[in-house]
């Protein structure tokens, strides 16, 4: 059983930086696996931000306007969120989750989630 | 970006009722669908990978099918504890998109 343990701060400040790592137990971050985020807000519901796989390489959704990192560290395995200039819009519910080749490429673990607030 | 409108935006069943719910994609995405399950202040639960293969510990009644741009989702018979809000997911290209939910009540 995959699971996810999220951290990171709940309020973050306009134009700063918000980072969450996400620490995965029960599966190592092997091939065929790849490491994702997605928010969750009220208005726009349920959003694919970015993904990182095994190998490092990286895809982000066009929305974000080139202001999102995902960094992978095998040894600890967990990976690290980092979207910078953020604005009250990116305020959200945060969940970390798995898409793997052995369940059609679609996400099939997640984490519980972690609210963020943008707000002065 | 592929774009997924679910409907009804709301569907209201007795027990025991069957439910059909809707993703219509705005281009194909073959049989690249999933249908989730996000129950009050959880996170989202994979019911349907591949437009129709029930995920570990999905019950049988629901089953999806489907293909290009049209897709359902059906509950052959709604139990109280399927009370939730049903979302489609395309993984056919990127960026991955969700459709924008049907809620389910149970009366």
């Known amino acids: 059983q995959v699971q996810f343990q999220e951290s990171g701060p709940g309020l973050v400040k306009p134009s700063g930086t918000l980072s969450l790592t996400c620490v995965v137990s029960g599966d190592s971050i092997s091939i065929d696996t790849w490491w994702h985020w997605v928010r969750q807000t009220p208005g726009k519901g349920l959003e694919s931000i970015g993904e990182i796989s095994q190998s490092g390489a990286t895809s982000f959704n066009p929305s974000l306007d080139g202001r999102l990192t995902i960094t992978l560290d095998k040894s600890k395995n967990q990976f690290t969120l980092r979207l910078t200039s953020v604005t009250a819009a990116d305020s959200a519910v945060y969940y970390c989750a798995r898409r793997a080749a052995s369940r059609g490429y679609v996400f099939d673990y997640w984490g519980q989630g972690t609210a963020v607030t943008v707000s002065s | 970006e592929i774009v997924l409108t679910q409907s009804p935006a709301t569907l209201s069943l007795s027990p025991g009722e069957r439910g059909t719910l809707s993703c219509r994609a705005s281009q194909s995405v073959g049989s690249h669908l999933a249908w989730y399950q996000q129950k009050r202040g959880q996170a989202p639960r994979l019911l349907i990978y591949?437009?129709?293969n029930r995920a570990t510990g999905t019950p049988a009644r629901f089953s999806g099918s489907g293909s290009g741009t049209d897709f359902t989702l059906t509950i052959s018979s709604v139990e109280p504890g399927d009370i939730a809000v049903y979302y489609c997911l395309q993984r056919s290209s990127w960026p991955l998109t969700f459709g924008g939910g049907t809620k389910v009540e149970v009366k």
């Open positions: 591949g437009a129709f």
